[in-house]
């Protein structure tokens, strides 16, 4: 692969030339004759011109004989005049732009015209995008996504399998899926999955497509993940990027922040965060909780709800706090059911869920001396 270059003022105009060509057959002004250019651009001068007949528009470099129209001028003044941005009177009194010949020639140049639209999935914000605990029907079908790279070691795990749990008491089917255990090729970028009918290059190659095909199915996709650097693992966000697929290349300018139209058929389905961290603060998720936010927006899948447990290490570490643990974890479980049934979690829980557990200064010496402890000790990270 060659690195790209920024184009050259001939590129532009032969690009620029290939989509007017496009838009000849039907505009209105068509003639036969020669547009002659002498730009200035650069250390270069850039001779070139369009040949007009009645059926096409050609570009080629150099000079023509005998052309109908020339304009000598800086590229950039060009591409303002050819864009509609300067007015050729102006460009002409203020000497931006030199014409000789027949100027009503340019009228044969049609203006650029992207007014067709040509994609028809407009896809404005559904009521249940809106508030989708108001239209709420009990769930059924559940994905839990563990995004630990801890898998089933990790604490993540510990308050998604509670959560489980309540929502399987409320009688919904629930799945976890681990996604550390699962080979996802990173998504390289190259449109694919958006221009051909077949879908990503690594179909056959990697276990996403079935995990994308499943996860199209449930009610509900919860995804249970530690805070990485302020954000998700790495695995989770090339779990995302992977699924760009669920929605169009195609822009639909329905909502206030643009986004591509729905793909996947699968309405009403929801989101959920379970994330938890090492730092004490709650405001540590503020940076994913945003990022989840954009997701759940341009993906159309409502994010119904979010559970953000700090200290996460530190309470499973420190025998002094057995007591919120177990409570915490036993609301987990409450969570579940109640997200389950009602499309939301009762404030009370989710308090108790996310109680602070101690002051700030003590926090620090605790999780300092718990690390010192680490490091002297050389304990392998399986016991923590
Ligand atoms: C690479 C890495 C980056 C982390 N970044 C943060 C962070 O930005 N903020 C934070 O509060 N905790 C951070 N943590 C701590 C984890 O969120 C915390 O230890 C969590 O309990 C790990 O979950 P697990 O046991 O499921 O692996 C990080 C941990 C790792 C390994």
């Not at 496009?22 to 001779?47: L, S, V």
Request: hydrophobic share 35%; aromatic share 14%; with cysteine.
């Amino acid at each position: 692969m060659t690195p790209k270059k920024l184009k050259s003022p001939y590129e532009v105009m032969q690009l620029m030339i290939e989509i007017l060509d496009a838009q000849y057959p039907a505009h209105r002004e068509k003639g036969e004759g020669i547009i002659q250019f002498y730009f200035f651009y650069g250390n270069h001068d850039w001779i070139c011109y369009i040949k007009v007949d009645e059926i096409h528009l050609e570009f080629y470099t150099g000079e023509a004989e005998n052309p109908t129209v020339t304009l000598r001028c800086h590229f950039f003044h060009w591409l303002d005049l050819s864009s509609g941005k300067l007015n050729p009177i102006w460009g002409m009194i203020t000497k931006r732009l030199k014409f000789s010949g027949k100027i009503s020639f340019f009228k044969t140049l049609p203006k650029g015209d992207f007014s067709v639209n040509i994609c028809d999935k407009d896809d404005p914000c559904s009521t249940f995008e809106k508030n989708a605990a108001k239209n709420w029907k009990r769930l059924k079908s559940v994905i839990i996504i563990n995004a630990s790279p801890r898998s089933v070691n990790g604490y993540t795990e510990q308050f998604a399998v509670r959560f489980a749990e309540g929502m399987r008491e409320a009688g919904a089917n629930v799945e976890e899926i681990y996604l550390s255990g699962l080979r996802i090729k990173t998504c390289t970028g190259c449109w694919h999955c958006w221009i051909r009918e077949n879908g990503c290059v690594f179909d056959e190659k990697d276990d996403f497509y079935k995990l994308f095909e499943k996860v199209n199915q449930v009610d509900m996709v919860v995804y249970a993940l530690p805070l990485y650097v302020d954000g998700m693992p790495s695995i989770l966000k090339n779990y995302f990027d992977r699924s760009v697929r669920r929605v169009y290349p195609y822009i639909s300018g329905d909502t206030e922040k643009m986004r591509h139209p729905r793909r996947i058929d699968r309405k009403n389905q929801t989101m959920a965060i379970l994330s938890i961290c090492g730092f004490q603060e709650k405001r540590q998720f503020k940076a994913l909780e945003m990022h989840f936010k954009a997701i759940a927006h341009n993906s159309h899948i409502p994010l119904i709800t979010t559970i953000f447990r700090s200290g996460a290490m530190f309470l499973f570490n420190n025998p002094f706090f057995y007591k919120p643990l177990t409570e915490i974890l036993e609301n987990m479980r409450k969570a579940g059911a109640e997200l389950t049934l009602t499309g939301k979690i009762n404030r009370k829980t989710k308090k108790k869920i996310e109680q602070k557990i101690t002051s700030k200064k003590e926090f620090i010496k605790m999780t300092n001396y718990f690390w010192h402890d680490k490091i002297t000790s050389q304990k392998d990270s399986n016991d923590y």
